[in-house]
């Protein structure tokens, strides 16, 4: 992984994951994905993108966004455009693989961590 990371709990004792400050919409998204089985569905568009199946696949998740291309990955949140806020990051997409993989395995695969 390109990105430095770090699962910690927070507040109220849920499992999350820490990434650099210019990808917190990426984090956000993550949060909430609550299955193995969405995780992987995940992968399996953007295997389908990096393939060529799809020029791009748009994937929402509770008004996060992400457009999966092939080269990178922009998540967004149209919510923080409305209020003036950042609304908007942008990763690799095969970093944004690695990572949604990396929720699967480290924070949804080991609940009591």
């Known amino acids: 992984m ?5 699962i910690t709990r ?10 650099p400050k210019e990808l917190d919409i990426f984090k956000y998204f993550l949060g909430v994905i609550y299955t193995k089985e ?5 992968v399996e568009y953007i295997d389908k993108v990096i393939d060529g199946t799809y020029e791009h ?6 008004g996060i966004s992400v457009d999966i291309r092939k080269e990178e990955t922009v998540a967004y949140n149209p919510y923080n455009e409305e ?5 908007e990051d942008i990763m690799e ?8 993989l990396i929720w699967k395995d480290e924070v949804l695969g080991n609940p009591e961590r």
């Open 38 to 42: 969405d995780a992987l569905e995940i």
């Open 57 to 62: 696949f748009e994937y929402s998740i509770n």
């Open 10 to 19: 927070d507040p109220l004792g849920d499992l999350t994951i820490k990434l």
């Open 83 to 87: 209020l003036g806020l950042h609304y």
């Open 93 to 100: 997409t095969d970093q944004f693989r690695e990572l949604v």
């Open 2 to 6: 390109k990105y430095p990371y770090k």
